[in-house]
């Protein structure tokens, strides 16, 4: 079984800025409850299947596929809840490590949260100046709950 143990991190954009262009991504949920996620993604040129189960501490289950981009594309378009999430991923090592840093666009504007792959929940691991704090506990950013409360709607007071 696969499994994905994953911290999320919001970026101060004063200290980060994007050292390419990066990837765009394009997503959807078929599914997008608590106990399980079915995303559709098209990242680039490539297209993905992914279920994910129920995330305890940081980490969850998670296996992923390839599929052709005009499946993806229909699956998208016509199957996935709407809105759709758009973004850009960046990658960057620091420390050793790869970190994913995506801005988000459209209804989650303004929203930039970089993720880190660990090995274990208490892997050892070095921040990086830009992150501001840990957002990984707090459902509101994970990626399926962002199409159903977007970042632009929520009160910032």
């Given amino acids: 079984m696969g499994k994905e143990i994953e911290r999320k991190y919001l970026v101060n954009l004063d200290a980060w800025k994007p050292q390419d262009a990066g990837t765009h991504f394009k997503q959807g949920y078929l599914n997008a409850q ?6 559709v993604r098209i990242e680039g040129t490539r297209a993905k299947l992914t279920i994910k189960g129920v995330t305890t501490g940081v ?9 052709p981009v005009d499946d993806a594309a ?7 809840e709407q809105p759709l999430i758009d973004k ?3 990658k960057e090592i620091h420390g050793g490590k790869t970190w994913e840093i995506d801005v988000f666009h459209g209804l989650n504007q303004g929203l930039v949260v970089a993720e880190i792959e660990l090995n274990s929940e208490d892997e050892k691991f070095e921040m990086p100046g ?3 704090r840990e957002v990984s506990s707090d459902a509101r950013y994970y990626n399926s709950n962002l199409l159903k409360n977007p970042f632009t709607t929520w ?3």
């Fill in 34 to 39: 608590k106990e399980r996620v079915v995303r």
């Fill in 59 to 67: 980490t969850r289950s998670e296996f992923e596929y390839d599929i």
């Fill in 74 to 80: 229909i699956l998208l378009d016509n199957l996935c």
């Fill in 88 to 90: 850009h991923r960046h």
């Fill in 130 to 132: 830009w992150v501001i």
């Fill in 155 to 157: 009160d910032k007071t």
